[in-house]
């Protein structure tokens, strides 16, 4: 159960759609303003008027500290705090082997996926959490807890944000908390690759049986910025339908089968 975040006032990073989206609308429904952000002003405020009459839209691109630090400022101007930021921005240009990557996409992946992270979490700090506590959810994938073909150096991103997430979480504590989300296969845009052609068979090796839906992802990332997760610090959720010990159990049906 969520608690009630009636009062508090949380930044979503990277909420134009998918699980940013759900994210704002999950956090705005137990009580929140919400800041979304996303590339463009336009896009930001479109997705804001989507999620209700306490959500704001913001165009601040992840990794563009000045505008990063004008996001933060508007928010505490317009609503007096920043109780919770989701770090959900993310991409992933770099598909294949690691070592057919060039520089640029690595950079590219770890200036999203990593600094942004640090770069946000940092000036809510200092603006607000530092002297008055708070939330911050990681959004991480089980990309970061495994491994597998062509997804590497995004994998490799994840699981620095995973452990990025354990830092902050002594770093910060006891009045911040610092938690991530890990999930599996979601109907995503970024994620479209894993699935889009083949949902079917991504269903078959998930034991609940269907594609995660971003509301699955924003449910527990609005649970993890909540009074309900107070006595939660440096944990990293996998909310993936049970993909990975799906994963498992088909490698174990065809080593029965002599495969």
Known sequence: MTGS?????????GAS??????AA????????NVVLTA???EAAAEAAASVG??????????TDEDLARACVDRTVERFGSVDVLVNNAGTNPAYGPVLRQDHGRFAKTLDVNLWGPILWSRLV?????????????NTA?????SVGPDLGVYHVSKAALIHLTKQLAIELGPTIRVNAVAPGVVRTRLAEALWKEHEAAVDERTPLGRIGEPADVGASIAFL?????????????????GQMIGAGAALDRLAAQGG
């Open 5 to 13: 975040l009636d009062g508090r006032t949380a930044i979503v990073t």
């Open 17 to 22: 759609r998918g699980i940013g989206l759900a």
């Open 25 to 32: 609308a999950a956090l705005h429904d137990a009580g929140a």
């Open 39 to 41: 590339r463009t002003e």
């Open 53 to 62: 009459p306490r959500a704001m839209g913001v165009g601040a691109h992840v």
């Open 125 to 137: 700090v200092d603006a607000w959490m530092g002297e008055h506590g708070g939330s911050i959810v």
């Open 141 to 145: 994938s089980i990309g970061g807890l």
């Open 225 to 241: 910025a909540s009074p309900s997760a107070s006595w939660i610090t440096g944990e990293t959720l996998v909310i993936d339908g």
